[in-house]
């Protein structure tokens, strides 16, 4: 699962670092931190307490002379945020940034709710333990942001520009991208997946394609995404060249009527044989992404309830 060299607390140069866990897959995100003169801000915590107290411990060479003043949290999906109170544990004054479309979805979905499907009964808790099974979600009180923002918001840290920009809904309804300008590097949160297949929980599909627009116009030489390893401009054009193409199939499956699973599994077909998209992991995930596009297109669409999508993802998977 973890490959050697993909792990970990790493530096990328100039003060900017990355937390890197192995390949990705489903809760197995990235964080990063920027470290200034005496000062650090964290960008996103880990799926449960655990996890983020493991890699505060990783971390402590550089933020012994350099605490984490500062938390941002990229999305409200919970491999970014719910590991927020095992900072606040160590350092209670630190303050939580995220958009305020963020800071609404999070209290959407609270780590009980996932605590909940991983302990149901017969096939539910076994559907979500095949996805979150290595997470411990019990008793984890989510630590809110205590500070909010829309579209842009320009952070210090100590005397570091940090830019960050809210380019959702996207993958959520309020995605984050946190720009340092001085090191030509951008923490993308899960705007980008690198080995795996992105996942549209929010969209439309037409905002995150511009969103990888915006970031290519930044012209940053190091891309760390929400999952999988540290990239550049080419990991930003993979990620728009796969939502540009389920884009354009979906559309053309919905105007002629097809279902949308349907259409997932005919698009999966596809995916399979197309050499740019059949290596991605979790390749199920194109049932979530056709139906994004059918509720862009079509404002009465109702898509299915969650425990639907994730029975639908691990079928394709299965099959
Ligand atoms: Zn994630």
Redesign the pocket.
Known sequence: MTAAGTSGFQELGEGCFAYLQGDGGWGW?NAGLIVGDGQSLLVDTLFDLELTAAMLDSMASVTSAAPIDTVVNTHA?G??CYGNGEVTRRRPAVEIVASEATAREMVEVPPSLLAGLNNAPGEVGELFRGFFGDFHFDGIELVPPTRTFTDRLQLDVAGRRVELIEVGPAHTAGDTIVHLPDCATVYTG?ILFIGGTPIVWAGPLSNWIAACDLMLALEVRTVVP??GPVTDAAGIVAVRDYLSFVDAEATVRHDAGMDAFDAARDIGRAIGADERFSSLGEFGRIAVNVDAVYRSLDPGYTSPNVVEQFRRMAELEQA
């Open positions: 995100s999906n491999d970014h899960d929400g999952h």
